[in-house]
């Protein structure tokens, strides 16, 4: 999908998701499931990286909870998580998923577009960081907890 400057915000990641997060895209390219977290690839790539304590209080880190505008004007509120702990009950996505991707290291206010599961182009803007666990001091990252 091309993209306008708009589409592409800068986005930030910390240290220990970017380090986190690239273990997550070597696991699925090593078992033949790298068109999975190709979405995830690029944005790790492109994104600035900060230390843990640097994270702004407003920024989507792994482990956040976030409130999403998509581009039809539908708000969600979800917690962005690594595979094996989503539960679409609980609002709890992957940063696997093409939403995941794009919410991942944005601030509010931002807006962001990218192509949908179904390759179709869609559109989200972030409204609020309503929990992010660098703010609050906590390390719950690690792949397999909640």
């Known amino acids: 999908?091309?993209?306008?400057?708009?589409?592409?915000?800068?986005?930030?990641?910390?240290?220990?998701?970017?380090?986190?997060?690239?273990?997550?895209?070597?696991?699925?390219?090593?078992?033949?499931?790298?068109?999975?977290v190709e979405a995830l690839a690029e944005e790790l790539d492109r994104a600035e990286i900060v230390a843990p304590e640097a994270a702004p209080a407003d920024l989507v880190t792994m482990h956040s909870r976030c409130?999403?505008?998509?581009?039809?004007?539908?708000?969600?509120e979800v917690t962005l998580v690594y595979p094996g702990e989503e539960d679409v009950a609980q609002g709890r996505i992957s940063i696997v998923t093409p939403v995941g991707s794009a919410l991942l290291g944005l601030r509010?206010?931002?807006t962001i577009s990218f192509a949908g599961a179904d390759g179709h182009s869609r559109a989200l803007t972030l409204k609020a960081v309503t929990w992010q666990p660098e703010a609050e001091g906590v390390d719950v990252g690690r792949p397999g907890r909640s």
Do not use: C, W, Y
């Open 67 to 76: 409130r999403f505008a998509s581009s039809s004007g539908e708000e969600r």
């Open 1 to 36: 999908m091309t993209a306008d400057k708009n589409a592409t915000p800068a986005i930030t990641v910390t240290t220990l998701d970017h380090l986190r997060l690239t273990g997550v895209v070597e696991a699925f390219e090593r078992r033949g499931d790298g068109e999975l």
């Open 108 to 110: 509010v206010g931002q």
